[in-house]
């Protein structure tokens, strides 16, 4: 079955940089069986939809705005995305969580405007290593769930991704390592459960965090795992090719 693999460049990348990578994964990704989803900064993705455009890798954004259209000085609507050819946007990273303060109401009524607007949302839920070591990682998450997911309905399983991005494994976070793939997966059916539970229907749920080239088979062979949220080696050319065929 065809997987999602979503490249998270973060804001890692100058424009240029940007650009010539998008190139160069244009030029050697040449026919996908997974589905490719590149997701640069809002100044790269101007330039890099019209490179994709004549590939099969896919636009994603990295965040949107919760309104449609106002004063909202500094924000980005999904409207204008869609208009740039984006398909997927990241929403409730937990980087945008900790360092910018969004909480689920906000996360929420970004969800809705992404979803008005056609954009399908990656709504990211993950546990800190505190929860994880006091035994509360599914009830945090499904709190995470319930909250984000707030009165949201679909038509179509397609229309919603979940990514389980366990805090404490992702590579930006001191002594960060991978979840074990098994234990991922047994989460992974907690999560499509649940979601099933909220939105009465199941949604694909892909695992971020420390994932590379030597892990990324074992987490995609899981069962209930769907795809992966790949950050730091979604900028390393060879790796991330290696990663999605
Ligand atoms: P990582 O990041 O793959 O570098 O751990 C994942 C993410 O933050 O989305």
Redesign the pocket.
Known sequence: MKKIIVA?WKMQLGIKESLLLAKQFSQKIKSVKNEVVICPDYLALAFIGPILKKTKLILGAQDCAQENSGAYTGEVSASNLKSLGVKYVILG?S?RREHLHENSAIINKKIKSALENKLIPILCIGEKLTEKQSGETKSYLLDELRRALKGIKIKNTTELIIAY?PIW????NKN?KAMLPTEANEIHDFIKAQTKRILNKEVAVLY????TASNAQEFLTQENISGL?????SLKLSEFIKMTS
């Open positions: 998270n990273h980087e991005e494994a992702i590579s930006s960060a971020g965090g420390s994932t949220l790949v950050g730091g080696a």
